[in-house]
């Protein structure tokens, strides 16, 4: 069976993912993302109403016009989870595949949102929910499987898709981090993936997510982060000012750390911006293991007038976790940080950054600037209490351990981000141009 993979997003960049894999007659799409740094550089875009043509000319979607070259039909479309650099195009380019989405429960509810927003396509495709663990036919041959592997990351309910065909297995490795005591979920399942690696023909592909393929050891778990985000907080029990944090809206174990422990420490606290409300509301709705007694205020007008109520009842009652962690130039903490809400800092009130900066230089400007801003109100920044959502080279060495995969696709960074992971794999017997695939967007690797 001829087996081909399209490298079209998110293999010159962190962001913007799509990838296709091409089993005989039958196509999988991997991913559909945006990459939102695109977007930020401009002032009050609002992509709903924007033309996809328009967006791939500004490097914000994948540029998919490579699929022409497959032969075959798009037989479905699996986001590995709900992160916006996964999701964020399908209102723009799903409707051209006459293919439904597959992803698990909570990836599926976030796409249905992107949907019912999107302003300049319709979209009818079917959205089918998959669990981990649970394999479905491609196809009308019965040669090819997709199957759902859980694993761990800063979002809940991601999952690394594999399609399993007669040649052998395609892992398709994003995103990931190997943690064995998650807050909310099932740990990795590493028994599944060295079984995929021992079964019939092994693992032909292994497509891997490099974000920090630099970066030497090990990932922690997100307990690790949890405790340290507990130990900073508890820190601050006796403290009379204002207290403010951010992190990743879709990291719903982070909020839910967020929340309990501004509840030990005698604080109410509020959810506030847009995305807040949109992927915690969510998962209250889905029944997740998370607070269902929080206040979520999404709109600007509501969430002055909430501000407005923690300044008149006293800010040291209450701990806002809003939007921000990445200087965003419209989120809530950018905003703080100027003065343009009730909310007022004073001097040696605490900012608690639950997140790191993403690798990308629009982000990291913006970023320094907010905490710049902060500072000179007064206010004492907490920065990067956090751990990452990727592997470090230690796991790295452990899924090429567990797979074996005849060839390697790195994906998830740009060419000197690849770099770290092209010198772990030769260390392991690989050789870049034989069975290590450094590529581009845009490119066709042909395997079989």
């Keep these: 069976m001829d087996i081909e993979i399209a490298t079209i997003g998110g293999y010159e960049e962190v962001g913007r993912q799509m990838t296709a894999v091409r089993a005989g007659d039958d196509i999988v799409i991997f991913d559909m993302g945006l990459n939102l740094s695109k977007v930020l550089i401009h002032d009050n875009i609002q992509t709903e109403g924007m033309h996809s043509l328009d967006l791939i000319d500004m490097g914000a979607i994948p540029d998919d016009r490579v699929m022409s070259d497959l032969e075959g039909d798009v037989k479905a479309i699996v986001p590995t989870h709900g992160h916006l650099d996964h999701i964020g195009a399908i209102s723009k380019l799903g409707h051209r595949y006459d293919a439904p ?36 036919s491609i196809g009308d041959s019965g040669q090819v499987e997709l199957e759902f592997v859980n694993v761990t990351h800063s979002i809940i309910q991601a999952i690394n898709p594999v399609l399993h065909t007669p040649e052998g297995a395609v892992v398709y490795g994003l995103d990931k981090r190997m943690d064995h005591t998650p807050v909310i979920g099932d740990p990795i399942d590493m028994k599944r993936f060295r079984e995929i690696g021992r079964e019939g023909n092994g693992v032909l592909c292994y497509i891997e997510d490099c974000t920090n393929a630099n970066k030497k050891g090990r990932t922690p778990s997100e307990n690790v982060a949890r405790e340290h985000l507990r130990d900073t907080l508890y820190s601050m029990e006796d403290y009379d000012g204002g207290i403010v944090a951010t992190t990743f809206a879709s990291h719903i174990a982070r909020v839910k750390s967020l929340i309990e422990f501004a509840r030990d420490i005698g604080r109410e606290p509020i959810l506030l911006g847009r995305s807040m409300e949109k992927y915690s509301g969510t998962a209250k709705r889905m029944g997740v293991d998370f607070p269902s007694d929080v206040d979520m205020v999404g709109y600007r007008r509501s969430i002055d ?70 500072g000179m109100q007064g206010a004492r920044v907490y920065s990067d209490i956090h751990v990452s959502g990727h592997l470090c080279q230690e796991g790295h060495y452990e899924m090429l351990d567990a797979l074996q995969p005849q060839h390697i696709i790195p994906a998830h960074q740009d060419l000197s981000g690849f770099s770290g992971y092209v010198d772990l794999a030769s260390n392991q017997g690989y050789t870049l141009g034989r069975d290590i695939h450094v590529t581009t967007n845009g490119n066709i690797i042909e395997l079989v």
């Design 305 to 374: 007038q909430t501000l407005e109520r923690i300044m008149n009842d006293g800010k040291e009652n209450f701990l806002p976790v809003v939007t921000g962690h990445q200087g965003e130039p419209r989120a809530l903490l950018t905003r703080m940080a100027r003065g343009e809400t009730p909310y007022q800092l004073d001097n040696g009130d605490k900012v608690i950054f639950s997140a790191r900066v993403i690798p990308e230089p629009t982000n990291e400007g913006q970023r320094y600037q907010s905490e710049k801003l902060l």
């Design 101 to 136: 989405v597959v992803a698990t429960p909570f990836t599926c509810e976030l796409v249905e949102e992107e949907v019912d927003d999107e302003q300049k396509f319709g979209f009818d495709n079917e959205i089918i929910r998959m669990e981990a663990g649970e394999t479905m």
